[in-house]
């Protein structure tokens, strides 16, 4: 496999080293592709792919044994999205990590978000990414101040005359085409730091089982003084959700799990009781709108039945997990 500049354009071992780190769980249609589209990704620089397989059943595990081109590590358990880049990143050899799921195909050179983490001032730096169909991916976004995320289920986060404190994510498709250099949070699915910079914050936090980790990192990232930072002109095909209805009813519940998480981690308990009873009280109203249009339009009435069950679930998990130490249970 390439790795990054042809060995007759320099000696084997003086470009910089990027450890590439992908965690893997039932994600076997992807991996092939995943893999080989990084082979061209760096020109600059030489690279290791580390992928962390989570205890998958869809036989990647022996696919990846196969994999000569790769450092394999197998979990004995899966471990979430949080566990498996930490474990990665243990085995990683490179000054500078990039992270990037398995569902993914990059089509650009990522050289630039490595250049950047050059500047001092700048901790962690992601691209731009892309559905199947190549239309926009909404990927960064505004802090998750409890406000805003009380505010943005109010399900007026594209009119864009309201201000930012509707919006959890940036919906201006515009937005997506020109670098930040300084933002709230970036998608986890594609970023880069410096190995230094990862190995000082522990990390991403395991108490995050999946969903919103990569918030919690990007803050943890701006209180240590360094910027978050966007490159429009490096783009990842990134293949989740793409098509779907909506994100399903397991998918909601470690959301909201995941922001009394960050709530309580960040904001304290107040403010988490206060979250959970404002949006548990939203959901069983979103229930109850669904079911209803799934009882006046017959032609709809699956997905809308899920989404009535779905909101209902959701709500009763926040509604029932306000004690202290609820805040401190796994993600479901």
Known sequence: ??????????????????????????????????????????????????????????????????????????????????????????????????????????????????????????????????YGNQSQQFSFGFDHRPIRIALSWLGVEKWHMLPSIFRRLETNPAAYLQDHSNLGWVSGACFAMRATDWAALGGFDTGFFMYCEDVDLCMRVRQRGLRV?????????????????????????????????FTQKHYGSTATTLLSLWLGGLFLLRSAAFGILSFLDSGKSAVRQEKAAGFWQAATLLLTSLAPSATRAPNP
């Open 1 to 130: 496999m390439k790795a990054g500049i042809p060995p007759a354009e320099r000696e084997e071992h003086s470009a910089p080293l990027v450890s590439v780190i992908i965690v893997n769980y039932n994600g076997l249609r992807f991996m092939e592709e995943c893999i080989q589209s990084l082979d061209h990704a760096f020109d600059k620089y030489r690279i290791e792919i580390v992928v962390v397989d989570n205890a998958s059943s869809d036989g990647s595990q022996d696919w990846l044994r196969t994999r000569q081109d790769i450092v394999y590590i197998e979990s004995k358990e899966n471990t979430g999205f949080t566990g498996g880049n930490n474990l990665g990143a243990s085995h990683a050899r490179g000054s500078r990590f990039l992270f990037i799921n398995n569902d993914t195909r990059t089509i650009s050179q990522l050289d630039p978000l490595v250049n950047l983490l050059d500047n001092p001032h700048v901790g962690l730096v992601a691209c731009r990414l892309q």
């Open 229 to 261: 930072a966007y490159i429009a002109n490096c783009q990842v095909i990134h293949y989740e959700g793409a098509g779907k209805a909506w994100i399903g009813q397991a998918a909601l519940k470690r959301t909201v799990r995941s922001y009394q998480i």
